[in-house]
């Protein structure tokens, strides 16, 4: 074999980041401005910012089908048309196709959307970002539900903080228990009939409602615009990448922020097929990757890795690393790798057309909803079922579409859809999904994709505690909008959809308490292979019911601190 | 098949509500499992005349641009060919075919809008029961046989795409919106007399 120095060389870094997603892009950059030399290894294509966004900037007209999906779309992109967005014609070529990426659907359902790229789902998030809540870490152990959280709010709370600032979240302080404050941007404004919903629940049922807390810069700091990061347009095209940069993605954010340490090097189109694990060290010692076009396998080492591929992608990368010390996966003593997939259950809504208001308008297509935070199974509240769930929605006015389902035709009718029609409102939940150790996946025995790593099969479904929970956010949301004195209250709880469809994927490597219980421990290391960390939402222990994104953010920025104050003390 | 529901109805949420039940049903239909077949679908001459014709009445050009002038027309097949499958193909097809059999583009305007008017009734009562067989038969019959000559019926699919195509065209829009691709700002405002809509 002919060594090459120079290329071996060129293949060792201090830290190894699997992905370049939200989690991944934090990682990066955590590591990289704490000194580390650090290889971002992502699967998927580079994406350039601003350049790479090939759709942002296209009027409606310049869209073959004007967004719609074709039928050949629909057939490649099948996982994703579950969605009802992901395949649309405006930001498809953010996702991945599911024909030509398959997994097997072995029990039950499961959507499970991709996006192979850099930055990842970071591109494509929807940016609703809210800290848990004290409760949120301590339910499993009240519930005796899953494992412990080995951390809990105090823990978490100063890194929440800290990532807040650089990702920058618009918002309004609430003090509310159930939904902690963030360090805000201005929120965004609300509607007419928004303020009288708001108004009108929070007199009547004494709930309250608040703007959605998006990672949208609303007046952005210096932190931000020395990254060339700016306002929100409030076009609402965010999906297609944001030429502004005004939301967060580690495009836009986290990889500018590594690169400019000078200590980043990203490598594209590298699919780490495992782990390669040291059975004297009792440590990893780099990754294996293929070359996703030229088959090439190549080898990284590092002393840190720390696995940001999705939640599933990590699980099934630990899955992968098979060794005669861990013949089940990576870390796998307790057999809970690939367990307990959570998610937010959703598609349970209802809707309302709202009476008056006909004098007002707004400006702007705002990238926001209202928000409204948990309410049932919390305080003095006790339902059949726990946890809880907590609603996103608003209100608008009917556009040109409506005439589709009017009478008429001709001159008059052309020139009526040229005004705003009535006002609609509505809100849908999103539902805490309980961890249970049989929604889980595996890596089939016989069935390899086309760079002969195994296919992944899913076995998901819904509990009755899930089930339970969808007759309240249907009645309660119907019961909202009826407070607010809207009509034809229409509520409804879509029945057959799957784990998954929230794209909250997480779980499968799940924090906890011991190497019995769980793959990492409180600081996200995996429990026996100290040197491996794992800080997306794979390492969840339960779910909550808020959108995810930003506490993997806080919990990467807690685990880089501390795999590099480890590294310090030469304990990795 | 209630995904690809919720689904369709999601992405017509995000263009604007175009889209209305009956033709959320008729994508229920391409989950059937039929082979792709969208070259097979194309217009003779006469065919297209008919559709011009229909779209124009739909959005006339008055003292701005019509259907014809955003070209919609050429927008509606290329939607039938690349967006629908078999049923709506045949059940357009079967519309454009009746209507050149009824002569048409022989009859002055006030006929072929007493036509057309007509066509929207009936169409209207075509929508009800075939709402209602879906909802008896549910979702564990064979579908094949209640909606193979099922498709969203030819008026429906023809007004849809003839909204679709002019108020998101060009020569739509300006006629149309008052766009603005790149607000810079969103606040609550107040709807001055006879304002048009905004657009982005």
Redesign the interface.
């Known amino acids: 074999m002919n060594i090459n120095i120079d290329a071996i060389k060129g293949q060792t870094f201090d830290a190894i980041v699997v992905g370049s997603g939200i989690s991944g892009g934090w990682a990066a950059k955590e590591l990289t401005e704490k000194g580390l030399k650090v290889a971002v290894i992502e699967r998927g294509r580079e994406i350039k910012h601003i350049e790479g966004y090939e759709t942002a900037m296209k009027h409606p007209w310049e869209f073959d089908h004007r967004g719609r999906p074709t039928n050949m779309a629909a057939e490649e992109y099948w996982a994703g048309m579950r969605t009802g967005y992901t395949p649309n014609e405006e930001h498809r070529y953010l996702f991945e196709n599911d024909k030509q990426n398959p997994y097997i659907e072995k029990k039950g359902g499961f959507d499970w959307i991709r996006a192979y790229h850099t930055g990842g789902k970071s591109l494509l998030w929807g940016r609703h970002s809210y800290r848990w809540n004290k409760q949120d870490f301590e339910a499993n152990a009240k519930d005796g539900i899953g494992t412990d959280w080995p951390i809990r709010y105090e823990d978490m709370a100063p890194w929440y903080s800290y990532v807040e600032k650089f990702a920058g979240i618009s918002g309004q302080a609430e003090g509310l228990d159930v939904l902690p404050d963030s360090e805000f941007q201005p929120a965004m404004a609300m509607t007419a009939p928004e303020v009288h919903f708001k108004n009108e629940v929070n007199k009547k049922l004494g709930r309250p409602v608040t703007l959605g807390r998006v990672a949208h810069l609303t007046n952005p700091g210096k932190v931000h615009t020395d990254l060339g990061r700016s306002s929100c347009n409030f076009r609402n095209k965010c999906m297609r990448g944001c030429p502004y940069g005004a939301y967060f993605s580690s495009l836009s954010a986290t990889l500018p922020a590594a690169m400019r340490t000078k200590r980043l090097t990203m490598v594209h189109n590298s699919i780490v097929s495992e782990i390669i694990y040291d059975e004297a060290t009792q440590k990893a010692k780099g990754v294996r990757v293929i070359d996703q076009n030229t088959m090439e396998v190549r080898e990284y080492f590092a002393k840190i890795i720390f696995v940001n591929a999705g939640a599933i992608g990590s699980t099934s990368i630990l899955m992968n690393s098979k060794s005669s010390r861990y013949r089940n996966g990576l870390g796998n003593d307790s057999d809970q790798l690939g367990r307990n997939i959570m998610d937010h259950h959703l598609n349970v809504r209802a809707s309302a057309t709202v009476e008056g208001f006909e004098s007002d308008y707004m400006f702007g297509n705002r990238p926001n909803s209202l928000y409204i935070p948990r309410f049932r199974n919390w305080g003095k509240d006790k339902r059949d079922y726990i946890r809880g769930f907590g609603y996103q929605g608003g209100a608008s006015r009917d556009g040109w579409g409506r005439g589709t389902g009017m009478d008429g035709f001709g001159a008059t009718f052309k020139e009526s859809l040229t005004h705003p029609g009535k006002w609609n409102v509505g809100f849908g939940g999103f539902g805490e999904i309980l961890p249970d150790p049989n929604n889980r996946f595996q890596l089939s025995q016989t069935v390899k994709d086309k760079w002969g790593l195994p296919v992944l099969e899913f076995e998901t479904s819904f509990g009755s505690n899930e089930l339970k929970m969808r007759e309240d956010m249907m009645h309660d949301a119907a019961e909202m909008l009826e407070a607010a004195g809207f009509k034809n209250v229409n509520a409804y709880n879509r029945q057959g959809t799957h784990i998954g469809l929230g794209i909250h994927e997480m779980g499968t490597a799940r924090m906890g308490t011991s190497v019995k219980n769980s793959i990492v421990n409180k600081h996200n290391q995996v429990h026996e292979v100290k040197n491996v960390f794992m800080t997306d939402g794979a390492a969840m222990a339960s779910s909550s019911c808020v959108n995810p994104s930003l506490t993997y953010m806080a919990m990467t920025a807690r685990a880089a601190d501390f795999a590099v104050s480890e590294l310090k003390k030469k304990n990795l | 098949?209630?995904?690809?529901r919720?689904?369709?109805?999601?992405?017509?949420m995000?263009?604007?509500?175009?889209?209305?039940a009956p033709?959320l049903f008729a994508m229920d239909v391409?989950e059937s499992g039929k082979f792709?077949n969208?070259d097979l679908f194309s217009l003779t001459d006469a065919q297209r005349q008919i559709v011009a014709a229909v779209a124009e009445?739909?959005?006339?050009k008055?003292n701005t641009a019509g259907a014809i002038d955003a070209g919609v027309p050429a927008f509606i097949e290329?939607?039938l060919k690349?967006?629908?499958?078999a049923p709506e193909h045949a059940s357009f097809l079967k519309g454009v075919n009746d209507l050149i059999k009824a002569k048409f583009l022989s009859q002055n305007q006030d006929g072929q809008?007493a036509v057309?008017t007509l066509l929207?009734s009936n169409t209207k009562d075509m929508m009800r029961s075939y709402q209602q067989r879906r909802m008896k038969v549910g979702d564990n019959v064979d579908k094949e046989t209640l909606e193979g000559a099922n498709g969203v019926p030819f008026w429906?699919l023809i007004?849809?795409l003839t909204?679709?195509?002019y108020?998101?065209?060009?020569k739509g829009?300006e006629?149309?919106?008052i766009y603005?691709?790149?607000?810079?700002?969103?606040?609550?405002?107040?709807?001055l007399p006879?304002?048009?809509?905004?657009?982005?």
């Open positions: 098949m209630f995904n690809r919720e689904a369709v109805s999601r992405i017509a995000m263009v604007g509500g175009a889209f209305t033709t391409k792709l969208a009445h739909i959005i006339p008055t290329l939607m690349d967006c629908y499958k809008v057309l929207e429906r007004k849809e909204l679709l195509g108020y998101t065209s060009e829009i006629a149309s919106f603005q691709p790149i607000p810079g700002k969103f606040e609550a405002t107040k709807l006879g304002q048009k809509s905004f657009q982005y």
